[in-house]
């Protein structure tokens, strides 16, 4: 009799799972069909991930390389010093994440505001009296995390560059210390490194550790994330310096749409993700620069670390890594590319989410 009712069930079951995938046939093949048409002009490797409601509802690899790609590949893993030396992509693929890290970076930075350690409203003079000898002191901590300090940085790829040469924290404020004013703090938008490496060493003041260590602590260890770091060098480089895997941003991600929670574990309050959430980019903001791949993306708007997009939010990287997340709908989303051509990125952003978007109503 037991034999008979475990093989009904298991009759059961079975029925309910081709239902389901019958209910489910032809959700996502859309986004299937752009994946396979647009990763060979995203560096011929993509994986992409949605969840709804705490469960994964698509994911996906693609590796469609030509020779060209996986010799670049190749030869940009070997310079970062990846194992996987450009290797196909899964969800635990390793890469150096770019601007995506700005998201990260803002996160741990609030929760010192959390505790209150940090005040959004804080001077940077009142942690790093370098910035108030070279007139910069009373640039507000608001103000780093939200691209307005007024200074004037060199362009993004320069200004990284430089940064990797510098031995120390300290060395790499006092150069953004000696950096020339394009307008007053909190009056001009410039996309840059300046103001997340300043709050980074604010933190570092306050936590005593490194901005890595910090961010193991604070944002990695309770989210799960043990694939993700801000690398090995001197100086942590809050603005792109994190390195990722698909699986460990989405972790991140479920944080942020869970409102500070993640899988009961309280890491940000509400009340942070929601301030990190609000526009900050009033009429009365001059644009002096933002990238092409985020301008064009209808209503832009920018928070601490994460432009608003619209319903959604998100911090797209220079190699083509795209995390969102749109709060109404209750999903949130994470494509990882590497590529470094721009052309007709943009316009990818609104189409895939605009094709996620259809099958998550």
């Known amino acids: 009799m037991v034999k008979i009712i475990v093989i009904l069930w298991v009759l059961a079951t079975a029925c309910i799972e081709v239902r389901a995938q019958a209910g489910d046939e032809g959700r996502f093949a859309n986004v299937d069909a752009w994946l396979t048409a647009n990763t060979p002009k995203m560096g011929g490797r993509a994986v992409l991930i949605v969840e709804k409601g705490g469960q994964v509802v698509y994911s996906r690899a693609v590796n469609d390389r030509n020779g060209g790609q996986r010799a670049m590949d190749h030869w940009m893993a070997r310079r970062e010093g990846d194992a996987s030396e450009g290797g196909d992509y899964t969800l635990t693929t390793r890469q150096p994440m770019a601007s995506c890290s700005k998201w990260l970076s803002a996160a741990l930075v609030m929760t010192f505001v959390d505790e209150g350690k940090l005040n959004l409203d804080d001077t940077v003079g009142k942690w790093l ?42 060395e790499a404020v006092a150069m953004i210390a000696k950096m020339p004013m394009e307008g007053e703090p909190g009056t001009v938008f410039h996309y840059s490194n300046a103001g997340l490496q300043i709050a980074g060493a604010i933190v570092e003041k306050i936590g005593g550790k490194t901005f890595g260590a910090l961010f193991t602590e604070r944002i990695a260890l309770p989210l799960g994330m ?92 220079l190699f083509g890594s795209f995390p969102w997340v749109v709060n109404d709908r209750g999903y949130c989303a994470f494509l990882m590319t590497f590529y470094l051509n721009d052309k007709g990125k943009q316009q990818r952003y609104e189409e895939i989410m605009r094709l996620v978007d259809e099958d998550c109503r």
């Open 226 to 317: 043990t694939q993700t770091d801000f690398g090995k060098g001197p100086v942590a480089l809050p603005s792109g310096g994190a390195i990722s895997t698909p699986e460990d941003y989405m972790r991140f991600l479920e944080m942020i749409i869970g409102r500070g929670l993640y899988h009961g574990v309280r890491v940000l309050s509400e009340q942070s993700i929601a301030d990190m959430q609000v526009e900050r980019l009033g009429p009365e903001v001059r644009i002096a620069y933002t990238p092409v791949q985020s301008a064009a993306l209808g209503h832009v708007g920018y928070g601490y670390g994460e432009w608003i997009l619209g319903d959604a939010v998100s911090s797209p990287g």
């Open 129 to 170: 009296p370098v910035m108030t000898a070279h007139g910069k002191g009373a640039i507000t901590v608001r103000q780093c995390l939200s691209h307005l300090t007024g200074i004037k940085e060199p362009p993004l790829r320069e200004s990284i560059s430089e940064m990797r040469a510098v031995r120390s924290m300290d």
